[in-house]
């Protein structure tokens, strides 16, 4: 079994520039684990999921040690940026915790005013999430949570947030936006962090 490195990397959501995810990255720096919040280039999907999750894999092969697993965390878009790369490009192996925040796992029709390949591919009913989902029980091995608001607004419809499979919590959160800086969100994440690390 490969080890586990103290290693979180922190996905942003869509058009976000990471600074929604600044709060989270201290609380886990101070609590001993070495977060990386991962910049992805066109953010906001122009080029598709696939493109974006190269780049994952590339900063996964660079800020993790060879042989190690890490924590992913993924906000919005970024929770299927991860699920692309741990279920299509073979990353399970170097995953031991998933943590989505409010991810469109089955889409979200907000998605339909987004008229090119990553705003389609994030619509609900997608072939792409349709695909993901098939086989979404290859997640379990990384013992993976989902966090939710049903005030969520931009993950239309709500239940689109669950994941479906491990451990799902829902939040009292009024905004989409406000869900990675949240305390309630920043505990119950830490906490699912510290625990992938027993």
């Known amino acids: 079994m490969n080890p586990k490195s103290h ?3 922190l996905i ?3 058009f976000d520039r990471g600074t929604s995810l600044l709060r989270m ?10 977060t990386h919040y991962i910049h992805l280039r066109y953010n906001s999907g122009w080029h598709g999921m ?36 741990l279920q299509s490009m073979n990353g399970i192996g170097r995953v031991h915790k998933f943590i989505s925040i409010a991810s469109p796992h089955h889409g979200s029709y907000w998605a339909n005013f ?28 990384t013992e ?8 969520d607004v931009t993950i239309m419809p709500h239940s689109s947030a669950k ?11 009024i905004l989409h936006r406000l869900m990675p800086m949240s305390s309630k969100v920043i505990s119950l994440m ?9």
């Open 144 to 151: 993976p949570v989902s966090i939710w608001t049903k005030y």
């Open 114 to 141: 987004l008229p090119y390949k990553g705003g389609k591919q994030l619509r609900v009913g997608s072939e792409f999430l349709r695909g993901l989902n098939q086989s979404i029980h290859m997640l379990e091995a």
């Open 163 to 173: 994941l479906g499979v491990g451990t799902s919590y829902e939040v009292p959160v």
């Open 25 to 34: 990255q201290r609380a886990l720096a101070a609590a001993g684990f070495d």
């Open 190 to 198: 830490k906490n699912e962090v510290i625990i992938g690390m027993e």
């Open 50 to 85: 696939e493109y974006l999750s190269s780049q994952l894999m590339a900063k996964m092969e660079k800020l993790v040690g060879k042989g190690a697993t890490c924590t992913l965390v993924g906000f919005s878009m970024g929770g299927i940026v991860a699920r692309y790369y």
């Open 12 to 14: 942003p959501g869509i």
């Open 7 to 9: 290693t979180v990397l």
